[in-house]
């Protein structure tokens, strides 16, 4: 059999816990029972029963580009609502890439530094 993904995990200089905090506001999935602040590792269970996001803290800081990082589609809501509550959870805007037609993506950081794209959403 092939393996599966049991979790997606995040290096973070600081405290895990944060960083969990604002990726379960998010996605508004909650943190384990068991996290608390200053644990050296905090996770976020996916309900549906995909992957789950594991925070560990690390020594060393973030030094370049993400080669991985989520693309989320706003339900709900439309791209702006979504970057300004990203924004207003902590988030950093980078760039917008927004076409005249509507497509496109804004690029964002967490407050980690780690990137994410937040896409066209289906009130677009």
């Known amino acids: 059999m092939n393996p599966t993904i049991r979790h997606i995990t995040f290096d973070c200089t600081g405290d895990p816990y944060?960083?969990?905090t604002f990726w379960s506001a998010m996605l508004g999935n909650p943190l384990a029972d068991?996290?608390?602040p200053g644990d050296p590792e905090a996770l976020i269970a996916d309900p549906s029963?995909?992957?789950g996001l594991l925070f560990v803290q690390v020594a060393e800081g973030k030094t370049a580009k993400n080669r991985l990082h989520f693309d989320l589609r706003p339900t709900g809501?439309?791209?702006?609502?979504?970057?300004?509550?990203?924004?207003s959870l902590g988030a950093r805007q980078?760039?917008?890439h927004t076409r005249p037609d509507g497509k496109g993506w804004v690029t964002l950081t967490d407050p980690?530094?780690?990137?994410?794209c937040i896409e066209r959403g289906e009130l677009d």
């Open 94 to 96: 980078v760039a917008d």
């Open 77 to 87: 809501r439309t791209r702006a609502e979504e970057v300004a509550r990203a924004i």
């Open 34 to 36: 068991d996290d608390e």
């Open 18 to 20: 944060d960083l969990a």
């Open 49 to 51: 029963g995909g992957p």
């Open 112 to 116: 980690e530094g780690n990137e994410f």
